[in-house]
């Protein structure tokens, strides 16, 4: 377990780093992502940096990502791990940096002796007023 956390923190930590070769260590080839950003579901290539790099160029620094109430299960050489993450961050031209709350799940699988994200899903709640608005003002 302490090897899958590290991968999650570790993941995590390289964010403010900026560096999306290092981030996408961590995750094996090819792998599912529905991630906060449309489409639905992403292409998920980790030989890829392209698209993190240009998701990361969108903010005046890289962001910082808090990865808090971690539970992860493992059974052989398959785990998921789920938090409740804050990422925090200024947009490129804004003044101001934001921070959001929301929920991840990720599907490890230990391939080739090291465990590798294979899939990772991040969301938050809406309002279920029929407003359909995100709840992005949301804290644990």
């Not at 992403?42 to 160029?57: I, K, V």
């Not at 934001?98 to 709640?125: A, C, K, N, Q, Y």
């Amino acid at each position: 377990m302490n090897e899958i956390q590290e991968v999650v923190e570790r993941k995590a930590a390289l964010l403010e780093t900026g560096d999306a070769k290092a981030i996408l260590s961590h995750y094996a080839d090819t792998f599912v992502e529905y991630n906060l950003a449309p489409p639905l579901r992403q292409p998920g290539d980790g030989r890829d940096p392209a698209p993190l790099e240009a998701w990361l160029a969108g903010f005046e620094a890289p962001p910082r990502r808090e990865v808090t109430q971690l539970e992860i299960t493992a059974d052989g050489d398959v785990a998921f791990a789920t938090s409740i993450d804050c990422l925090t961050a200024t947009p490129r031209g804004s003044a101001e940096s934001f921070s959001l709350w929301f929920r991840v799940t990720l599907g490890l699988r230990r391939i080739d002796g090291r465990w590798l994200v294979t899939h990772e899903h991040e969301s938050v709640p809406f309002e279920m007023d029929g407003s359909f608005r995100a709840s992005v003002t949301l804290q644990p």
